[in-house]
């Protein structure tokens, strides 16, 4: 079946510290994957996204994600967070094979501390 | 940039009623909508797809007779859920696909519909 696991569903870090967000997929075909963040009572913003191409893919602000097709993972990094990245992240992966609707991870609620 | 502007942002509705959540493109076509899901402090769950002059696509286990997807333009898909109950409270959030955009990407997501059943 395809899926997502996104294997921490809370991760408190100090402001200023580096964070890691894992995700890992199932699958054994080709895939589009995405970060997504939600604020409070909000809908989802588009972080990143790979398509194609490097594996190492960023985001406006600060954020980069590295695609790892023989562990099957797509872990989201900042090596130094700020109070205003607190959200919830959600890793998401569209299968190649499965027209167009695009499958989320359970989220991961990032809280920062000052 | 892409905008898919969602109505209402905040429901409350007695519990029998039926409500109707809109979704619509601002700025591009969408032949093709989605509907998710969201408890409380869980993921989104695709509920359905919403295609342009056709039948939605019903993942299991929605039920199609209470969740009601019409999808009549290229700017706008609707969600009725109907003879609502309270187990049907929940965040609803739409997004649309963006032609223009190609295959691969503009997937553009609503602000959200908060829904209390009471």
């Known amino acids: 079946a395809q899926s997502v696991t996104q294997l921490d569903s809370q991760v408190p870090v100090f402001e200023e510290a580096p964070v890691e967000l894992r995700c890992n997929y199932s699958?054994?075909?080709?895939?589009?994957l995405f970060w997504y963040v939600q604020y409070p009572n909000q809908g989802l913003q588009l972080l990143l996204k790979y398509l194609s191409g490097s594996t190492l893919v960023e985001s406006i602000n600060g954020f980069e994600a590295e695609f790892n097709k023989s562990q099957t993972s797509f872990h989201l990094r900042k090596p130094s967070v700020h109070i205003s990245d607190t959200a919830e992240y959600f890793c998401a992966v569209r299968y190649y094979s499965s027209a167009s609707k695009i499958i989320f991870g359970s989220g991961t609620r990032l809280s920062i501390r000052p | 940039g892409a905008v898919v502007s969602q109505h209402p942002s905040r429901v409350i509705c007695k519990s029998g009623t039926s409500v109707k959540i809109e979704c619509r493109s601002l700025?591009?076509?969408?032949?093709?909508m989605f509907w998710y899901r969201q408890f409380p402090k869980q993921s989104l769950m695709l509920m359905a797809t919403s295609n342009e002059g056709s039948k939605a696509t019903y993942e299991q286990g929605v039920e199609k007779d209470k969740f009601l997807i019409n999808h009549a333009s290229l700017t706008l898909s609707t969600l009725t859920v109907t003879s609502a109950h309270p187990e049907d409270s929940s965040f609803y959030i739409c997004?649309?696909?963006?032609?223009?955009?190609?295959?691969?990407?503009?997937?553009?997501f609503g602000s959200g519909t908060r829904l209390t059943v009471v």
């Open positions: 700025d591009f076509q969408a032949t093709t």
């Open positions: 699958s054994s075909v080709s895939v589009y």
């Open positions: 997004s649309a696909r963006d032609l223009d955009a190609g295959d691969f990407g503009g997937y553009t």
